[in-house]
């Protein structure tokens, strides 16, 4: 039997728990949430639904948690895509193993699987597994013979 809230995109959003944001804050100086609502924005810059942040330019070290829906696929592309300009995107993204976007995106970074279920604010405990996937530009490799 197949869990609804596994497939389920009625509320794509899922917010952050501050404990659980604090932890990547200590390890990142994060900038930008280039994903947030004014109310759970996690940064003092951030785009919203309004701003779509997924037409911005994301720069320096930016936190993401996307909408986990469709469209998150567009969302790992752009994370992706801004690390090769430079930019560090650290994404709390559902562990969707299974997924295209996974696959296209999520393993070209570091990938630290989450123990548990993560307690999302608003929501409680997820219907899924957590994973933290850090997009960082790549070192280009040494030169020599």
């Known amino acids: 039997m197949i869990n609804p809230g ?3 995109s009625n509320s794509p959003e899922w917010y952050t728990p501050q404990a659980f944001f604090d932890e990547w804050a200590a390890k990142f100086p994060f900038n930008l949430d280039v994903c947030a609502t004014a109310g759970s924005a996690k940064c ?3 785009f919203t639904k309004e701003t779509d942040g997924l ?3 994301w720069e320096g070290i930016c936190w993401m948690n996307p909408p986990y829906g469709r469209e998150i696929g567009a969302w790992m592309k752009k994370a992706y895509e801004s690390s090769l300009e430079g930019a560090t995107i650290v994404c709390l993204v559902p562990a969707r ?3 295209a976007w996974w696959h296209d995106y999520s393993m070209r970074g ?3 699987f989450i123990r548990g279920r993560l307690k999302f604010s608003g929501k409680g405990t997820a219907p899924f597994p957590s ?3 850090v997009f960082t530009t ?3 490799p ?3 013979v």
Do not use: F, K, L
Request: no cysteine; net charge neutral.
């Open 6 to 8: 596994m497939m389920s």
């Open 44 to 46: 003092a810059r951030y």
């Open 55 to 57: 037409t911005q330019r």
């Open 110 to 112: 570091d990938i630290t």
């Open 131 to 133: 994973a933290v996937v």
């Open 97 to 99: 193993t299974d997924t």
């Open 138 to 140: 790549p070192t280009p």
């Open 142 to 144: 040494q030169g020599g």
